[in-house]
């Protein structure tokens, strides 16, 4: 679980940094955020090392789910090494002033971390059982909760440069907060679809039983509707150019994000699929 909300995170950053024009933003907010990147990644690798050797077949896959380390992809660790050592190089090139050569890096870190994510979609499905639409559906509900994760954090902390760069534009954190919503709204959809399909026990689903309301209700409402306001509210503020509201009130929204996926991603644990 460490392991996979660690690199949906560092996927989500990364694509966010792809996003963010050069010459708008400060150098330094690059290398800052290749580094939180880095240390992700590092993070994840760290998890897959203590958990062992990956498992590589159905069976292995299904004495890792009895181990509690359900989600472990085939050759994970050297996924998440190899992902960590790119965003090292981005975070030299970053720091050096060499977009040309950090932005194919922060690329390949965004597309090796969008392969774990889909690989452990697939060895959930081995360790449980669910058939193919739902490997699909968990993969997706990965990707959005990247984005909404990356964007909601990235947007958290540019706001900070305006302390110090009050005459940059405003335009880039608008832009994140936007993505924040889009990214949300995204993520709700398709945790809906992951409801639905748990309360008809389709498609080799455990159903709706096994997970605590808790976990419902953090999910829903704070990750969800709670979420959804704080992000209304710092776009509000970022029109009127109060950036410093805008971050605090982003600090909330990153927190509510936070919280809410940490619960779907407990409660995906009881149902087999995400929500």
């Not at 981005?90 to 390949?108: F, H, K």
Request: glycine share 12%; hydrophobic share 60%; net charge positive.
């Amino acid at each position: 679980m460490l392991a996979d909300f660690a690199v949906r995170l560092a996927a989500g950053l990364a694509v966010l940094l792809l996003a963010t024009p050069v010459k708008e933003v400060p150098p330094r907010f690059y290398r800052t955020h290749a580094l939180v990147i880095l240390s992700l990644l590092v993070l994840a690798a760290l998890v897959y090392w203590s958990a062992g050797t990956p498992a590589t077949t159905a069976g292995e896959a299904s004495r890792t789910a009895a181990a509690g380390a359900v989600g472990v992809p085939a050759h994970g660790l050297i996924l998440a090494g190899s992902a960590a050592v790119l965003a090292y190089l981005a975070t030299v090139c970053w720091g050096m002033g060499l977009p040309r050569l950090a932005g194919p890096l922060t690329a390949a870190v965004a597309g090796v971390g969008g392969w774990i994510l889909v690989a452990i979609s697939v060895a959930e499905a081995s360790a449980t059982g669910v058939g193919p639409v739902v490997i699909a559906l968990n993969a997706l509900a990965r990707t959005t909760s990247a984005v909404l994760l990356g964007a909601s954090l990235s947007a958290m902390l540019l706001g900070h440069y305006y302390l110090t760069a009050s005459t940059m534009s405003i335009e880039p954190l608008k832009r994140y907060i936007a993505w924040s919503g889009w990214g949300l709204a995204a993520r709700g959809a398709v945790a809906a679809a992951g409801v639905a399909v748990a309360a008809t026990h389709a498609f080799g689903t455990a159903g709706l039983g096994g997970s605590p309301v808790v976990f419902e209700v953090i999910r829903w409402g704070m990750g969800v509707v709670a979420a959804g306001v704080a992000l209304r509210l710092s776009w509000q503020t970022a029109l009127i150019r109060s950036t410093q509201s805008a971050t605090g009130i982003l600090y909330i929204a990153t927190i509510l994000v936070l919280f809410g996926e940490l619960a779907a991603l407990a409660a995906q644990g009881s149902t087999g699929v995400a929500m």
